[in-house]
């Protein structure tokens, strides 16, 4: 699987970006992935074209934008792009706008970015790196910090239970939800028991009836409506101490 250093290089980093709306600031994003080889234009309007769609849930976290869309001929290589912005704009998110900073993915398949996805979040999840990360004065200072979050080996073992974590695509949030759960059932020790699988919409709704629950954002779960087990809201896909709660909540511990 890919490191994070490997397909986010330093030339997909660009600070204090201008944009005026939403859209500018995932166009900016696109830019960039265009620039690197990892995607062509028609992939950036891809990426608009899904929160027109599906709404604002790619942005995870307070002031952070997951920018995404379905695999597709447009994507020429799995890369990414990191966007800080000049003066944050609003995605119409109910608890997380307004936006500062954008992640751009575009992935060829949902599997070999895995290993980048869980360093990236795992990176973020921690306050004073991610703090670091935000002030960071130049493109070389950020691409060093996410340097140091090469991800530890994939945990192993087979589980009774599944929660599914779902968003529009199954490729990019989803994944930053499930490495966050993930986190959390390795500190509780559950990691031998209950496991976590990323998903899209469409796809969820079949394997409803093989999981306890499914984590997802508030516009997914309204897209999603009654499944047949429990739909869990998640508002900050970063942050443990919401991941724990929720799971708390599900397995009422």
Known sequence: MAALNEILPVEAVLLDAPAADWREAVRRAGDLMVA???ATDTYTAEMIENVERNGPYIVIAPGLAFAHARPSPAVLGTGMSWVRLAE???????SNDPVELVVGLAAEDASEHTAAMGALARLLADPGTARALREAPTPQAVHALLATGEPAAARGGGEPHKILTVCGNGVGTSLFLKQTLEGVLDRWGWSAYVTVEATDTISAKGKA????????SREIARTLGDVGIPVKVVEDFTSPTEADRVLRDTYDV
């Open 88 to 94: 944050s704009v609003e995605f119409g998110h109910e």
């Open 209 to 216: 009836n093989e999981a306890v629950a499914i984590l997802t």
């Open 36 to 38: 690197t080889g990892a």
